[in-house]
């Protein structure tokens, strides 16, 4: 452990990695506000912004459909199963209904963060 702290000792230390940080009043190094590094903004164009909002949400919302319709499925297997004395197709039943919901809940997760991460990197 002590090696891992005496590496970012003399990293922190470097003459050359501080330069990087350093600011730059003049803007010789070619930074916009006068630091070393580039002060960037990213953003998309409107034209490509608008339709993959909508790509993200026609996914998200027809995974979640799939999810709900799954689970209404299962229910419906495990409603089967009970009255008819099937027990393994009750018993599918209740792991589609299981797997339905982790699904939903993967989805809502997932684009939830996606669409997250793309707004924040889109810069609004």
Known sequence: MSQILES???LAADPHWQLLAADDPK????GADGGVVPNVVP?????????VNNILAWTAGLGLAGAVLGGLLGWALVAVGHNTERAQL????KQGVLW???G???IGVTS?????FYTMSNGK
Do not use: C, T
């Open 90 to 93: 009750a018993a599918r039943g």
């Open 100 to 102: 339905s919901l982790i």
């Open 8 to 10: 970012l000792n003399n």
């Open 27 to 30: 803007g010789k190094n070619g």
């Open 43 to 51: 953003a998309l164009p409107a034209e490509v912004n608008n339709p």
């Open 112 to 116: 939830s963060l996606v669409l997250a």
């Open 104 to 106: 939903a809940g993967g």
